[in-house]
C-alpha cells in the first residue's frame, strides 16, 4: 500500500470515530417525559412549590432532556390516589409525605416521621449511614416504587385550637386532623384523628367538621388562616419531629433509567431536601411573630405530664407496628438505634450547645 493510501484510510477512520464520539451525546439527550403528581394544592408555599422547584430542577439539570408534566393534587388524581396512580405506571413520580401511606403499611410512616422520632439532621444520618434508604428500597419495592427524600419541614407545631390544653384528658371526643402515626397516638389518648389533605383543612376547621388540626409551622399555618378558627397555637409537636417529604417513582421506570439519569434525579431531589429545610428555617420564626403580634394567636407549650402521656401511647402505638410483620419491626428496630445512637451525639452537640448559648443570652 502506497504512503498516500495509508494517510487516507488513517484519516478515515479518525473521522469515523469522531463521528462515533459526536453522535454519542445525540443519542443521551434522549428525551424523557415524566408524568409527576403530588398530594399538595399548586403554587402553595414550601411543600407545593418544593415539589415544583424539584421538577424544574429535573429540566434544568438535564439540560431539559427530563420534561416534567406536573400536576397538583386534584388535577390527575386525588391527592392520597399518587402512590396508585405511580405505582400502577400511569405516571412516573410522585411527591409526598410517605406516611400518607401508612393504611397500606405502618413501615412507610418511618420515611416521613414518627412520634417521638428523628429531626431533619438525625433523619439524614439514619437514612444516609444506618440503613434507612435500604429499608425505604425493600418496603417501597413491595409496591413497586423506588423512593428518595425530596425535602424536610423541620420540627413541626403542635397544632391549633380552640381551647386550652391543659391536659391529656382534654383530647377525649377531640376529632382532629393529624396524619400519620401521630394520628393513633391520640387516637390512644381518647381522640378522634382524621387524615385530610391540605386544601381541606381548612373549609373543614372552619365548618366545625373538625375541632383542631395540626399543618406544618408559622409559615404555612399563616397562609392557611387557621387563626381565623382556632386561637390556641402549641407546640412542640411530639408527632413531626422533621418531617421527610418523598419522591416515589415507578420502580420499573426508575431501573430502565441510564446511571446518569438516576444521579440527576438523586441531586435533583437532595438539592431540594437541603433548600426546603433552609426555607422553612429561616421563615417560620418571622411568620411566628406575625401571628402573635397581629392575628392575637396565643403560643402555648404543652405541659410535661401531657407530654408524658403522648410518650406512653407512642409506645403503644410502636408494640402495635412491631407486631404488625417483620418489615415492620426491622425498621422500627433500626429508627431506635439511630434515634439511640445519632441522638446521645445530638445531646452533645447541638442540644448542649443550644442551651448554653441561650443561657449565655439570656433567651
Known amino acids: ?24 451525546p445525540a443519542i443521551a439527550k434522549k428525551r424523557i417525559e415524566i408524568n409527576m ?27 431539559g432532556r427530563m420534561q416534567v408534566n406536573y400536576f397538583a393534587a386534584g388535577e390527575r388524581v386525588k391527592a392520597f390516589d399518587s402512590l396508585d396512580e405511580v405505582s400502577s405506571g400511569n405516571a ?9 401511606w401508612k393504611g397500606k403499611h405502618p413501615g412507610w410512616a418511618y420515611f416521613t416521621t414518627v ?7 438525625e433523619f439524614n444520618a439514619w437514612y444516609r449511614y444506618g440503613g434507612g434508604e ?14 428518595l427524600p425530596c425535602g424536610n419541614t423541620g420540627v413541626q407545631m403542635g397544632g391549633w385550637f380552640r381551647k386550652e390544653m391543659n391536659s391529656a384528658d382534654d383530647f377525649k371526643g377531640l376529632k382532629m386532623r393529624m396524619p400519620g402515626l401521630g394520628g393513633d397516638v391520640l387516637a390512644k389518648l381518647g381522640a378522634s384523628p382524621v387524615s385530610l389533605p391540605g386544601g381541606q383543612i381548612y373549609e373543614n376547621l372552619v365548618s366545625g367538621s373538625i375541632d383542631a388540626t395540626e399543618w406544618v409551622g408559622p409559615w404555612n399555618d399563616s397562609i392557611m388562616k387557621f387563626y381565623e378558627a ?76 401531657t407530654y408524658d402521656s403522648f410518650g406512653e401511647a407512642a409506645e403503644e402505638v410502636f408494640a402495635e407496628v412491631r407486631s404488625h410483620s417483620d418489615l415492620a419491626k426491622r425498621i422500627h428496630d433500626s429508627f431506635l438505634k439511630a434515634r439511640t445512637e445519632v441522638g446521645n451525639w445530638a445531646n452533645i452537640s447541638d442540644v448542649e450547645y443550644i442551651r448554653q448559648r441561650n443561657r449565655v443570652l439570656g433567651v
Not at 500500500?1 to 454519542?24: E, F, I, P, Q
Not at 412516573?92 to 409525605?97: E, F, R, V
Not at 435500604?134 to 423512593?147: N, P, Q, S, T, Y
Request: hydrophobic letters at 40%.
Open 230 to 305: 382556632a386561637k390556641y397555637y402549641y407546640y412542640p409537636g411530639m408527632h413531626e419531629p422533621g418531617s421527610s417529604l418523598n419522591i416515589g417513582m415507578n420502580k420499573k421506570w426508575w431501573d430502565g433509567l441510564s446511571k446518569t439519569d438516576q444521579l440527576i434525579i438523586r441531586a435533583a431531589a437532595e438539592t431540594e431536601n437541603s433548600t426546603m429545610l433552609a426555607e422553612y428555617n429561616a421563615k417560620n420564626g418571622a411568620h411566628l411573630a406575625k401571628l402573635i403580634n397581629e392575628q392575637g394567636v396565643k403560643l402555648r407549650k404543652f405541659s410535661d405530664d
Open 134 to 147: 435500604a429499608l425505604h428500597d425493600e418496603l417501597a419495592g413491595e409496591f413497586g416504587i423506588k423512593g
Open 37 to 63: 403528581v403530588t398530594t399538595w394544592p399548586r403554587d402553595f408555599p414550601g411543600l407545593g412549590t418544593g415539589a415544583q422547584r424539584f421538577a424544574k430542577n429535573l429540566n434544568d439539570m438535564s439540560d
Open 1 to 24: 500500500m502506497k504512503r498516500r493510501d495509508v494517510l487516507k484510510t488513517g484519516v478515515a477512520a479518525a473521522l469515523g470515530t469522531a463521528g462515533a464520539v459526536v453522535s454519542a
Open 92 to 100: 412516573q413520580i410522585y411527591h409526598a409525605g410517605d406516611y400518607y
Open 115 to 121: 412520634p417521638f422520632g428523628l429531626t431533619a439532621t
